[in-house]
Nanobody
Framework: QVQLVESGGGLVQAGGSLRLSCASS????????MGWFRQAPGTERKFVAA????????DYADFVKGRFTISRDNAKNTVYLQMNSLKPEDTAVYYC?????????????????WGQGTQITVSS
């Protein structure tokens, strides 16, 4: 049974930082590209960042470039999202997801497995 479990969410002031973690089990983590998506109330889920299976290639949505960093530790079966210079508009539920495709994807339907999400609230 595949599980992706996010942690590290919470309440932070604008300009602050948070680090999300997503621990996986039940899949060969090193064979999957990993992505982070977010969904604010009343909006569609949006791509945030993705990293390939080896960690050698990353992709970011324009609205997080220069502020967020995705990384992974295959020995720990974990992917991370370091979020700096947070803004109130970053408030959302953040989800990690696993994708078995060769190429990085920004499309949520391409991802095979999803975590339950973790809430990030950025106060102004």
């Amino acid at each position: 049974q595949v599980q992706l479990v996010e942690s590290g969410g919470g309440l932070v002031q604008a300009g602050g930082s948070l680090r999300l973690s997503c621990a996986s089990s039940g899949l060969f983590f090193g064979a999957y590209n990993m992505g982070w998506f977010r969904q604010a109330p009343g909006t569609e889920r949006k791509f945030v960042a993705a990293i390939n299976w080896s960690g050698s290639n990353t992709d970011y949505a324009d609205f997080v470039k220069g502020r967020f960093t995705i990384s992974r530790d295959n020995a720990k079966n974990t992917v991370y999202l370091q979020m700096n210079s947070l803004k109130p508009e970053d408030t959302a539920v953040y989800y990690c997801a696993a994708d078995r495709q060769l190429m990085l994807s920004r499309i949520d339907n391409d991802y095979d497995y999803w975590g339950q999400g973790t809430q990030i609230t950025v106060s102004s």
